[in-house]
């Protein structure tokens, strides 16, 4: 999908649509953990190479479903009254 949109978006500036493809990084994490790592290996990229946009798509959303509840907060994160 993400593939096809950028293709879209490449024709209608006149740029080929291959070297766009070729300066783009794209991931998908499935739970918090894989978020994280995913988040260090964008560093490392980053520290690499020249990235000019970094995209985050709902930071906590993953977060949210892995952790539902204060039961599974550690004692540091609760707010207390």
């Not at 949109?5 to 740029?15: D, N, P, Q, S």
């Not at 783009?24 to 995913?38: F, G, M």
């Not at 959303?61 to 952790?67: E, V, W």
Request: net charge negative.
């Amino acid at each position: 999908m993400l593939r096809g949109k950028l293709v879209a978006i490449a024709e209608r500036f006149g740029l080929n649509a291959d070297d766009v493809l070729d300066n783009v990084a794209y991931a998908r994490a499935q739970n918090s953990e894989q978020q994280q790592e995913l988040l260090r290996m964008a560093s490392a990229m980053m520290a690499e190479d020249r990235y000019a946009l970094l995209v985050v798509d709902s930071a906590t959303a993953l977060f949210r479903t892995d952790y539902t509840g204060r039961g599974e907060l550690s004692e540091r994160q609760m707010v207390r009254p």
